[in-house]
């Protein structure tokens, strides 16, 4: 589980947001639950 505080919400946004701008399912996998739906914008890339 993570860290909930403000801390780390902000850490796992950050953690999240390098995911998305590195293109790393791996980073953006682990901010996630295991039974969460992630959905791109129609023509992303």
Do not use: Q, W
């Not at 399912?25 to 992303?44: L, N, Q, R, S, T």
Request: aromatic share 8%; proline share 7%; hydrophobic share 40%.
């Amino acid at each position: 589980m993570r860290d909930v505080s403000a801390k780390g919400l902000e850490a796992t946004i950050r953690e999240y947001f390098d995911g998305c701008n590195e293109a790393s399912v791996d980073k953006i996998v682990g901010c996630m639950e295991p039974d969460a739906v992630h959905y791109f914008p129609a023509g992303a890339p």
